[in-house]
């Protein structure tokens, strides 16, 4: 706006007025936006917070086992040992075992008549096993158990697979290291420690088969050279001795580094032992051995001293047989029949009741065998007693595995009449493991 000069004051003062009221008004809208905006840009802050979604709390990964890892430790032998490279064990998961049912029914008692003069008397079967299924430890068929234990709480078996370890009877099995070559035991008083070896035949002379052993339940083996030959029986850690049979009874108190032979069994080929307590030595052996005329002797060993000596000669039979004790009673499962000794193998009773089938009816030492009796494969190669009841027995053989519940009176069939490989008790699952060819069924105490 131009103003001119010669205007009046009032004219001036009043253009002036005008001007400043221009400007406030100015500044009025002025303010009036700027708030405007602010209270936008707030509205809109809390718009988006409003809008923004709600932050996800990160997810929790646990971190998976880690797979087990086995220390391999090389045991050092007494012996001189040549330790192979430690072998690489494969490790599996634990697993139940996988049971398909056996086709054969429940078994139920038979009334037989009691033999004469028993030294047990019968009692009432107070259950009968159930079972009778096929087990294997992730798809692999089981060839063969032993005990690791006295009660077998700790049992092993031999797959197509390698070794298996059971520390509760049977129920689930992990891997335990390689198999091999011989028959496998596990020391009495440490279920840890693995003897493996085997014997040539007697009559073809000392076998070649250098005996192994394992500290760590069969991960790593090492040899014993001076046991070439050799096959082990039994083993206690604790004394550090081996008992073992290369046609001779073999004793090492030095755990394998030295072996004395015992003399007094002569013309005699040894070829099964047992101890006279369960789970140790100290009171002696109960040895096997097959001499001429094909008559077996059964001898009791004392090994407690610092050479093996035999004790006293018990009984004989014809051909071969297989001996257990346990609780103070002794049994021996011979191909005429089954003898019991209650007082140390002073005096014995024999008994085929349940056994007919699979005995002969004569005992062949003093009588001819009968023609329809001479192809038949009769014998045993396997006595068990239950750990926890000298009552309780299983023998098996070339024509099956059998049981009794009266301290061997009397016998009945266990499933089928397959010729059985090995048999295995366990008092800590009241499991019953029976190997014939090719595979394992195992049995369990009804109501056990």
């Not at 299983?394 to 090995?422: H, P, Q, R």
Request: proline share 6%; glycine share 12%; charged share 15%.
């Amino acid at each position: 706006m131009f103003f001119s000069t010669h205007s009046s004051s009032k004219t001036l003062f009043t253009t002036q007025r005008v001007h400043r009221q221009a400007i406030v008004a100015l500044v009025i809208v002025a303010t009036l936006a700027m708030t405007a905006c602010s209270g936008l840009g707030d509205e809109a802050d809390e718009a988006d917070e409003a809008n923004e979604p709600t932050p996800t709390a990160a997810a929790t990964i646990t971190a998976a086992p880690a797979e087990p890892t086995v220390t391999e430790t090389v045991p050092a032998a007494t012996a001189t040992a040549t330790v192979p490279p430690p072998a690489t064990a494969t490790v599996e998961p634990t697993v139940t075992v996988t049971m398909t049912p056996a086709t054969e029914p429940t078994l139920a008692a038979t009334a037989t008549a009691e033999p004469e003069d028993p030294t047990a008397e019968p009692t009432e079967a107070a259950s009968l096993p159930t079972g009778g299924a096929e087990t294997r430890i992730v798809g692999k068929p089981i060839l063969s158990t032993f005990p690791g234990d006295a009660d077998g709480a700790t049992l092993y078996a031999v797959t197509s697979g390698g070794l298996s370890r059971s520390e509760d009877g049977g129920v689930t099995w992990f891997a335990s290291g390689d198999v091999q070559e011989g028959a496998a035991i596990a020391a009495l008083d440490e279920p840890d420690v693995l003897y493996a070896g085997d014997s040539g035949a007697c009559a073809q002379g000392a076998g070649d088969v250098i005996p192994s052993f394992s500290e760590d339940g069969g991960i790593v083996w090492s040899q014993l050279p001076a046991g070439d030959g050799i096959r082990p029986l039994l083993a206690e850690w604790s004394t550090n001795t081996l008992v073992g049979t290369d046609c001779r009874l073999q004793v090492s108190y030095d755990g394998g580094a030295s072996w004395d032979v015992l003399a007094g069994i002569t013309n005699s080929d040894v070829y099964a032992a047992t101890t006279v307590t369960p789970g140790t030595l100290t009171d002696g052996l109960l040895v096997l051995s097959n001499g001429e005329g094909g008559a077996s002797i059964l001898w009791l060993v004392d090994v407690s001293g610092i050479a093996p000596s035999v004790e006293a000669e018990l009984t004989t039979f014809y051909g071969l047989g297989a001996v257990a004790s346990s609780g103070g009673r002794m049994i021996v499962a011979a191909p005429d029949g089954v003898g019991i000794s209650d007082d140390g193998g002073a005096s014995w009773n024999w008994t085929r009741d349940g056994l007919e089938d699979v005995t002969y009816s004569v005992d062949p030492i003093e009588d001819e065998i009968p023609d329809d009796e001479q192809e038949q494969p009769f014998g045993f190669s396997l006595a068990r007693f239950d750990p926890s009841s000298p009552d309780r027995i299983w023998i098996g053989g070339e024509l099956g595995a059998f049981w009794s519940t009266n301290g061997g009176v009397s016998w009945s069939l266990l499933g089928d009449n397959s010729a059985i490989d090995a048999l295995t008790v366990s008092s800590a699952s009241s499991r019953v493991l029976v190997s014939s060819d090719g595979g394992t069924r195992v049995w369990t105490l009804e109501g056990q």
